[in-house]
Antibody
Framework: QLQLQESGPGLVKPPETLSLTCTVS??????????WGWIRQPPGKGLEWIGS???????YYNPSLKSRVTISVDTSKNQFSLKLSSVTAADTAVYYC?????????????WGQGTLVTVSS | DIVMTQSPDSLAVSLGERATINCKSS????????????LAWYQQKPGQPPKLLIY???TRESGVPDRFSGSGSGTDFTLTISSLQAEDVAVYYC??????????FGPGTKVDIK
């Protein structure tokens, strides 16, 4: 059974860089035609797609975040990662990692439980 | 940018009754070359990640009960719960994935028991 688990600091100071890793178990990142994505949800608010990556390294970033976002994949560790630079309080959110429906860049079929990241000095 | 709107913001339905949620996109999400609508629906219960219910506007994800159905085309879409169960209390989101790489969600519709 596929499982995704986010990990990383729960508190980040502005204007530092937020770094999260998603570890995939029960399946290989490189064995399917799915993409791997990051989505966030500020407390009490709606969902925002941050970006997606294919195991080959192709990336798709939300234009509103593109200048600050890097998503990378490490197939040897079966992990993919998110870096968001120059964070502000507006980046406080639950961050989810997800596996997409095969061949669809941004429909999340399998989700991690999410991790709350608070941006505060 | 494609802006997604949902109506109503919330609704309360009696157990066993039908619940209908509407989603509208600011421009068409129907891709003419494959005649597919790039529209998905998710369910989110408190304290949980969202769960995919439907994609391609009407394709039910594996394991999703058949009381959930999606319909619509172009800019207007509907999620129907044919017979509301207690476990269906949640917030429901639509999402367009037509506009790469800006994939946007609706603001959500909260469903409660009357």
């Amino acid at each position: 059974q596929l499982q995704l688990q986010e990990s990383g600091p729960g508190l980040v100071k502005p204007p530092e860089t937020l770094s999260l890793t998603c570890t995939v178990s029960g399946g290989s990142i490189s064995s399917s035609s799915s993409y791997w994505g990051w989505i966030r949800q500020p407390p009490g608010k709606g969902l925002e797609w941050i970006g997606s990556i294919y195991y080959s390294g192709s990336t798709y970033y939300n234009p509103s975040l593109k200048s600050r976002v890097t998503i990378s994949v490490d197939t040897s560790k079966n992990q993919f990662s998110l870096k968001l630079s120059s964070v502000t309080a507006a980046d406080t959110a639950v961050y989810y990692c997800a596996k997409t429906v095969p061949q669809i860049i941004a429909v999340a079929a399998n989700w991690g439980q999410g991790t709350l990241v608070t941006v505060s000095s | 940018d494609i802006v997604m709107t949902q109506s109503p913001d919330s609704l309360a339905v009696s157990l066993g009754e039908r619940a209908t949620i509407n989603c509208k996109s600011s421009q068409s999400v129907l891709y003419s070359s494959n005649n597919k609508n790039y529209l998905a629906w998710y369910q989110q219960k408190p304290g949980q990640p969202p769960k995919l219910l439907i994609y391609w506007a009407s394709t039910r994800e594996s394991g999703v009960p058949d009381r959930f159905s999606g319909s619509g085309s172009g800019t207007d879409f509907t999620l129907t719960i044919s017979s509301l169960q207690a476990e269906d209390v949640a917030v429901y989101y639509c999402q367009q994935y037509y506009s790469t790489p800006l994939f946007t969600f609706g603001p959500g519709t909260k469903v409660d028991i009357k």
